[in-house]
């Protein structure tokens, strides 16, 4: 689980002297390249240069740079910085997957990290989970009451992770999903995203042989397999498109990742996502629901819906762990086989059934398939006498093999184990048989790195096996065995679904069970990061956009072309490059017809839409409290170079001083260009203002205007508090008090905790506050670190008119909400804190309103903060 926080800056200069004195001997990130062949979602490492600096202090893409901790020791990549008390294998190895992974993380949060010429974002991997709250300790100051194996702390924006498992394919995931969050905490600076794409997007497989790795895997096999865990909660319970929407669309674990899958795995679903995803990133869902803004972006949702209720009924897992562990290594399924329940075998179900024929589907094992061995096959299901095979690897002990026939621990075992095939019925009628391997097959297995596979056919009265071994270009050995079956058990056997199993040692196990899937792609040669290799993604998306943008006042030239390359997006190469010719040849009247057809604003955002250029404005960590100072980010995914002139004005007028003049600025074709600013701040206002950002550019295509706003002070500055109260229970308890039930008297004291007399108490917002930070009340300094409690805060809001608002608060833990005496919000919940992580319409009457929030405490942190 991801937690965030947010963490006030630090202010010691010695220690900021010394961490600056620390980076000069720190490698630049241009001397630690990653060069990595990117192919669709897999990645291959061709050379990525790790250093270790020891306690050389790299600079970080984070809020701050991050402390040393005793114990642990600096590694640097290219992009990331590695704060390990693990050894130094492991260590690399960390680096080297994060390197990986991150060309599929820009491309599927459409980010890049700041700052890369000299910063790295940071990952912490302490040996326990008591080390990594220290080292959280020592870097962020405060304790994390440890709830997983990874988290991404709000504040500095480092992700922080610890063996929580003993299994590889584990702390991968956990590293890569934790990193996916860092990078859009330190592009973003106010959120981590939503967490059905960092389940669905980590969920990979990873080739260490070859250093490959490949992400967004919809289906594959190890105990983190949330693609299993989503689906079998839907066929139990089916959950309508509306109400994933509403409550389960931010999910970790299974129904966040097949929620997020859902729309990934269509073209013209997953265009549609990424509009979505931007606006999220904006912070639109702080002000409305995901429905409305769902509803916005798809249309009505009971369409949609019909869509999904498919989907979802044509969706099967491959693979269903039943009993410890195993890895996923490539193709290979790695067993550590010592099961859970010693009187049996590692167990992982594969979902099919013999008698069921393969059928070509692109979310089915969809990561590298390995080409079948000669010394497997032929394979076939859904015939009158199929067959499958495996390949099994003893090279690391154990036995290792497939079982047919499955219902639960009953089953076909069809293994080998020490020089032998066994074959032998759990549950069924057939007796144990042994069958010492030749001694042909097994020097040619040895020769082969005690590798050997097996194919096994159903006929209509026998069970046919073969053992082959040896690997080109030396002979291929083999011996074949059959027994006989009776009718009910053949019945079994072609209509149940299959097992892996494993025991003793870690044997690998490759299974051969489908003969319809597409061929793989030369993954040595470069593609683009989407599902389908699709070249002209950022050109369509631009599209989607506009079209998105205009609605009804939409050019019928701009939707022509829109569906045109759409149609192409999952065809061969050469009908996909056919979408960026016609894109080329269309887009200039395109823009023409759009600057024809709609008001001018809406027209020139729409126009920087079809141009693939897009802007952000980011509150720089120089910000201090008399200090502004932003960078606007203006990044070009088109074909052509753009020019012009960037503005800036604040709302309230005069919240912020003098603002800078305009500034020139020009960003190439397939370029990122940065603009910053620094100007002084009035010191004594408090009240939360708005930059406004305006982009006035042209290109040799069209004009275009984009705007963005970023918000200082952002939250409410000033709170009355009281407390501790008796709240006996966690955040999911609400142990009403007197105080709420009458109007709040600031003069009156009330008897609190253990009957002890507390009386209301003054928050304000710093002098020091950096004019990005929130002003968050720190309930545990205010009214103690006690445990099971309440308090109660109180602010008056001054409306110009009577109006409906909506009101953004966060809370560690549990709140409830009150606007002028009438309840308006409860969220009992225990959590950490995060800004506004609840939103609420309110109403607001002409003049002062009363605003009353009552905060929960289970134990740890104690906080809550909100804006209006």
């Known amino acids: 689980m991801t937690r965030l926080v947010h963490i006030p800056a630090l202010c010691c200069a010695a220690w900021l002297l010394g961490t600056l004195q620390a980076l000069a001997a720190v490698p630049p990130p241009s001397e630690t390249p990653a060069k990595i062949i990117v192919s669709g979602r897999t990645s291959t490492a061709v050379d990525i240069q790790i250093v270790k600096v020891g306690q050389e202090i790299p600079e970080s893409a984070g809020d701050r740079s991050l402390p040393n901790t005793p114990g642990f020791e600096w590694y640097v990549s290219q992009h990331y910085a590695l704060k ?144 299993d865990q989503g689906l079998a909660a839907l066929q139990k319970e089916s959950i309508p498109l509306r109400e994933m929407a509403e409550k389960h669309s931010g999910d970790g674990g299974g129904l966040g990742t097949v929620y997020t899958h859902f729309f990934w795995s269509d073209p013209d679903r997953y265009f549609r996502l990424c509009l979505w995803r931007d606006e999220y990133y904006r912070g639109r869902l702080r002000w409305e629901s995901n429905v409305v803004l769902m509803e916005d972006i798809f249309g009505p949702l009971d369409a949609l819906n019909a869509e999904w209720e498919r989907w979802v009924k044509a969706r099967r897992a491959t693979f269903h762990h039943v009993d410890w562990g195993w890895e996923q290594e490539g193709n290979a399924l790695k067993a550590y086989g010592f099961p859970w329940d010693k009187a049996y075998w590692s167990q992982m179900n594969i979902q099919y059934a013999p008698s069921e024929a393969a059928e070509y589907d692109p979310l089915r094992m969809d990561y590298p398939a390995e080409p079948m061995p000669p010394t497997v096959g032929p394979v076939k299901r859904g015939v009158e006498e199929p067959s499958v095979g495996y390949l099994a690897d003893l090279s690391e002990g154990g036995w290792v093999g497939l079982g047919l026939g499955v219902t639960e621990r009953n089953m076909c075992q069809v293994v080998i184990m020490d020089g032998k095939l066994v074959v032998e019925g759990k549950g069924m009628p057939i007796a144990r048989q042994e069958f010492v391997l030749t001694e042909r097959v097994q020097a040619a297995g040895k020769n082969d790195g005690n590798c050997y596979g097996v194919t096994i056919q159903i006929k209509q009265a026998e069970l046919a096996v073969t053992v082959r071994a040896g690997a080109p270009p030396g002979p291929i050995a083999a011996m074949e065995v059959s027994l006989p079956v ?79 390359m759409l149609a192409t997006v999952d065809e061969d190469p050469a009908t996909q490059d056919t979408a960026l010719a016609l894109y080329q040849k269309s887009i200039a009247k395109v823009a023409r017809d759009v600057l024809k057809g709609a008001d001018s604003a809406t027209a020139h955002a729409a126009t920087a839409d079809l141009m693939g250029i897009s802007m952000r404005a980011l509150i720089d960590r120089e910000t201090t409290a008399d200090q502004a100072a932003f960078t606007v980010e203006l990044r070009s995914k088109g074909h052509s170079p753009a020019r012009g002139e960037v503005l800036l004005a604040a709302e309230p007028e005069g919240t912020l001083g003098d603002l800078p003049p305009a500034r020139p600025v020009e960003v190439g074709a397939g370029e990122t260009q940065r603009v910053s600013w620094t100007w002084k701040a009035p010191a004594d206002r408090t009240e939360m203002a708005t930059v406004r950002v305006v982009a006035a550019l042209e290109s040799d295509v069209t004009e275009m205007r984009l705007t963005d706003t970023v918000t ?157």
């Open 84 to 227: 390990s008390q693990m050894d130094e294998g492991f260590s690399r190895m960390i680096l080297e997957v994060s390197e990986l992974a991150l060309p599929h993380w820009e491309a599927l949060t459409g980010l890049e990290p700041p700052d890369q010429d000299t910063a790295r974002m940071c990952i912490v991997y302490a040996k326990s989970a008591d080390d990594v709250v220290k080292a959280i300790q020592g870097d962020l100051g405060f304790t994390w009451t440890v709830n997983g194996g990874g988290v991404t702390w709000w504040g500095s924006w480092a992700a922080y992770n610890y063996p929580s498992g003993t299994l590889q394919y584990h702390r991968r995931d956990l590293v890569i999903h934790e990193n996916l969050h860092m990078l859009q905490g330190v592009a973003l600076r106010n959120t981590a995203g939503p967490e059905g794409f960092t389940y669905g997007g980590a969920q990979h497989v990873y080739d260490p042989a070859k250093k490959q790795l490949t992400v967004q895997c919809f289906d594959r096999a190890p105990i983190n397999n949330f693609t």
């Open 712 to 868: 200082l002070r952002p939250s409410i500055p000033c709170w009355w508090v009281i407390g501790p109260f008796d709240n006996q229970g966690d955040g999911t308890v609400d142990t009403p008090q007197a105080i709420e039930q009458e109007p709040v008297d600031l003069g009156k004291a009330y008897a609190g905790k253990d009957g002890k007399e507390v009386r209301w108490q003054k928050s304000e917002r710093s002098a020091e506050a950096k004019l990005s930070d929130e002003h968050v009340v720190d309930l545990a300094k205010l009214c103690g670190g006690e445990t099971n409690v309440s308090a109660y805060a109180v602010t008056w809001i001054i409306s110009p008119q009577e109006q409906d608002a909506v009101l953004a608060i966060g809370s560690d833990d549990g709140l409830v909400v009150w606007v002028n005496g009438e309840r308006v919000h409860a969220n009992l919940v225990s959590r950490a804190y995060g800004p506004m992580q609840d939103r609420m319409p309110i109403h607001l009457k002409a003049g002062r309103n009363e605003l009353l929030v009552k905060v929960m405490q289970g134990n740890g942190a104690w906080a809550g903060g909100a804006g209006a």
């Open 486 to 564: 009776d009718e009910a058990s053949r019945q079994q056997m072609m209509a149940q679904y299959m097992a892996l199993i494993a025991k003793d040692g870690r044997p690998r196990i490759t299974p051969f069970i489908d003969d319809a899937r597409r061929p793989e792609p030369d993954l040595l040669k470069p593609a683009p990061a989407n599902r389908w290799r699709f070249p002209a993604e950022p050109e369509l998306l631009g599209l989607y956009r506009a079209a998105w943008r205009l609605k009804a006042k939409t050019p019928a030239s701009l939707t022509r072309l829109k569906d045109a």
